[in-house]
């Protein structure tokens, strides 16, 4: 399995208290230590402009800027978004921002996208809100514009959303045709969302990697639709790296992980949001699949395993603040993924085989 690390952004409120002044000190702190630990195979923000719960005035920090700036800080670790909203940016412009990213990275960059669904933000940016269908359709003609200029150079194209005549991309991606491993059409294509009839269609078309629920029941069902549609468009299911996003809430024992949760409900609060609002927030990290001590995320990651999950990009709310938890995730809980022979023996350990 492989395991990828958000970097606090601010959009989920986890830069408060943080003096704007230091913010990117600590991003480009927490990048640079991923870059040092090869377990971490990824960093990634959200491509987001305003907060959630809720959004209120506090910091995000836009997600290509962002991009651009961590190629610079590190050398070896991926960069991605999760994901990048297509209609925040005419596709051939963005497919020319991927690939200076590409080329600044040397070669690191994976481009998540998603058709959007922050109303929010759409309405206060002046972008409308399409409805579903027409952000899906966006979405699909977007991804044959990048993929068109990443691996000719020119983009061509009138569809219902967009149109491009001519439009230039030089240079290319470093990653193509002329690299060994790279995928089939430049750089890598993450597409999330798990939306049956369109977006998983859109996948099994174009994505090199999906991203959708990591609750176990779901995670197979949408993978037996992912699969059903890569049999009508005849695409090997197996090309596809299915990844899921997790907040983790580990905790050496029981009693840990509670004052974690804790934690996260005074520092919501502390932001000044409504307390069935901050509840609510506690509830989702509550219920998530990696919350426990290491042996139960242990057993709830080598079951999504089991179902296909092969990718985990993480989430600690409290990085920026507290690295305890991701460290004792690092210590106990990746080297049983990451180590067939530990792997083998930590399934049977927990199967009692």
């Known amino acids: 399995m492989h395991f990828g690390l958000f970097i606090p952004q601010g959009w989920r409120q986890d830069l408060v208290g943080i003096d704007?002044?230091?913010?990117?000190?600590?991003?480009?702190?927490?990048?640079?230590?991923?870059?040092?630990n090869p377990d971490w195979a990824s960093i990634w923000v959200y491509d987001h402009v305003h907060t959630v719960p809720r959004p209120i005035e506090e910091t995000t920090h836009e997600a290509w800027s962002l991009m651009a700036a961590f190629a610079?800080?590190?050398?070896?670790?991926?960069?991605?978004?999760?994901?990048?909203?297509?209609?925040?940016?005419?596709?051939?412009?963005l497919a020319k921002v991927a690939a200076t990213v590409d080329v600044i990275s040397e070669g690191?960059?994976?481009m998540g996208i998603g058709a959007g669904w922050y109303?929010?933000?759409?309405?206060a940016y002046g972008y409308g809100f399409p409805s579903a269908g027409e952000r899906l359709q966006a979405l699909r003609e977007g991804i044959e514009i990048m993929q068109q200029m990443w691996t000719t150079g020119y983009?061509?194209?009138?569809?219902?959303?967009?149109?491009?005549?001519?439009?230039?991309?030089?240079?290319?991606?470093?990653?193509?045709d002329s690299v060994p491993g790279s995928?089939?059409?430049?750089?890598?294509?993450?597409?999330?969302?798990?939306?049956?009839?369109?977006?998983?269609?859109?996948?099994?078309?174009?994505?090199?990697?999906?991203?959708?629920?990591?609750?176990?029941?779901?995670?197979?069902?949408?993978?037996?639709i992912l699969k059903a549609h890569c049999a009508d468009v005849g695409r090997e299911f197996d090309e596809i790296v299915r990844s899921a996003n997790f907040n983790v809430v580990i905790g050496r024992d029981d009693a840990e992980v509670q004052e974690r949760l804790a934690w996260i409900r005074?520092?919501?609060t502390s932001a000044g949001l409504p307390q069935d609002v901050v509840?609510?927030?506690?509830?989702?990290?509550?219920?998530?699949?990696?919350?426990?001590?290491?042996?139960?995320i242990i057993e709830a990651l080598v079951d999504l395993q089991s179902r296909g999950m092969t990718y985990a990009i993480t989430y600690f709310v409290e990085q920026a603040y507290d690295l305890s938890g991701v460290e004792l995730f690092e210590q106990a809980v990746i080297p049983a993924l990451t180590d067939r022979k530990r792997h083998s023996a930590v399934w049977h350990l927990l199967h009692g085989e």
């Open 20 to 36: 704007s002044a230091q913010h990117w000190g600590v991003m480009a702190g927490l990048a640079r230590r991923v870059d040092s």
């Open 72 to 93: 610079g800080v590190t050398g070896r670790v991926r960069l991605g978004q999760m994901c990048t909203c297509m209609g925040y940016r005419n596709p051939a412009y």
């Open 108 to 110: 690191r960059l994976e």
């Open 119 to 123: 109303e929010h933000e759409w309405r």
């Open 155 to 176: 983009g061509n194209y009138a569809g219902e959303h967009f149109t491009v005549d001519g439009a230039m991309c030089f240079p290319r991606p470093l990653q193509g």
């Open 183 to 224: 995928p089939r059409n430049g750089i890598p294509v993450w597409i999330a969302g798990g939306g049956e009839k369109k977006t998983l269609r859109i996948a099994a078309e174009y994505a090199d990697y999906t991203n959708f629920s990591g609750m176990p029941e779901e995670f197979s069902a949408k993978s037996e």
């Open 266 to 268: 005074d520092h919501y």
């Open 279 to 296: 509840e609510s927030t506690v509830k989702s990290f509550a219920d998530g699949p990696l919350v426990g001590t290491p042996e139960q």
